[in-house]
């Protein structure tokens, strides 16, 4: 059951006026492990092809580190066959789905929590890009043309820890673990935090710089990224937006990431007489 453009829109609106909050469900790895992690699966995040377009059957690895961009084409079914899905953390609530309306606007209800009582949290926030489809994406816009984008991430439990007395690697081991949103071709390298900051009492925004290495030749490359967090009330996770471009693009760039992570929102869901449960998303996490 898709969520209604009037209920996306209605959701948006009551997010916007709202105090956030955010939240994530697995455990994952170590930083320890990133260099154990040499070879991991990989999910390529492009932009949805044209209906009439060739399917695609190959990845030009260079063209994709450096700008963010498959030009081996769309991504199709058959592009998707055999790829895992990034871990972000995010789960969705059971009958609902993420919906953009005209404006951009995305509208999107998740749970975090634990199995036993897992709690349902209304994000949104407004992006320029499209909204990427298919079962290898949780909530993400990109770009596909230049590869800026957005996407949502959930951390671990914060052990009852407030936004503000968080280290930033707590932030950013979701990111940067091996099976982590910017992982495709192993860890990046030269992870660089620029500034962490409260904005207002209820979100945390962290600036950050790090580099992707090429699978073939080692060489590195420079992307720049936005985090804006929050911890829901009544909750135990995080919940994020990351903005990011490469470092090449970022002038022309950065308006619109920060436009976009500075326009997320994240409140607990009104209660209902409906169960909560997760989604079933096959060969996705599932509690």
């Given amino acids: 059951m898709h969520i209604s453009k009037a209920i996306s829109s209605t959701i948006f609106l009551t997010l ?4 956030t ?12 492990e990133f260099w154990s992690a040499c070879t991991i699966a990989a999910t390529t995040i492009i932009a949805p092809t044209n209906s009439n377009a060739a399917a695609q059957e190959s990845l030009d690895i260079e063209t994709f580190l450096r700008t963010g961009i498959d030009t081996g084409g769309g991504m199709t079914v058959s592009s998707q066959a055999g790829k895992s899905r990034p871990q972000t953390g995010v789960v969705f609530r059971d009958g609902s789905d993420v919906s953009q309306d005209r404006s951009g606007a995305v509208a999107a209800e998740i749970l975090v929590g634990t199995k036993k009582d897992p709690q349902p949290v ?22 596909g043309r230049t590869g800026e984008g957005a996407f949502l991430a959930v951390t671990q439990n914060t052990q009852g820890k407030s936004l503000q ?3 930033n690697s707590f932030f950013l081991e979701r990111l940067f673990d091996p099976t982590g949103r910017f992982s495709f ?11 962490s900051r409260m904005q207002g009492d209820n979100y945390r925004r962290i600036e950050l710089t790090f580099s992707s290495l090429s699978q073939s030749t080692n060489a590195e490359i420079p992307r720049r990224a936005v ?26 760039a950065e308006p619109a990431v920060l436009q976009t992570v500075e326009s997320f929102r994240a409140v607990p869901a009104p209660k209902s007489g409906l169960k909560i449960r997760a989604k079933d998303r096959s060969n996705s996490l599932v509690f």
């Fill in 165 to 167: 007395s968080l280290p």
């Fill in 185 to 195: 071709y192993g860890p990046p390298t030269d992870i660089k935090v620029k500034s």
């Fill in 227 to 252: 985090v804006v967090a929050t911890i829901p009330a009544g909750t135990e996770n995080a919940v994020m937006l990351v903005g990011s471009a490469s470092a090449s693009r970022w002038k022309v």
């Fill in 21 to 32: 909050c955010g939240f994530s469900f697995e455990n994952i790895p170590t930083r320890r």
């Fill in 16 to 19: 916007m006026v709202n105090e």
């Fill in 122 to 143: 209304l994000v949104s926030f407004v992006a320029p890009w499209k909204l990427e489809k298919g079962s290898v994406f949780d909530v993400e816009c990109r770009d």
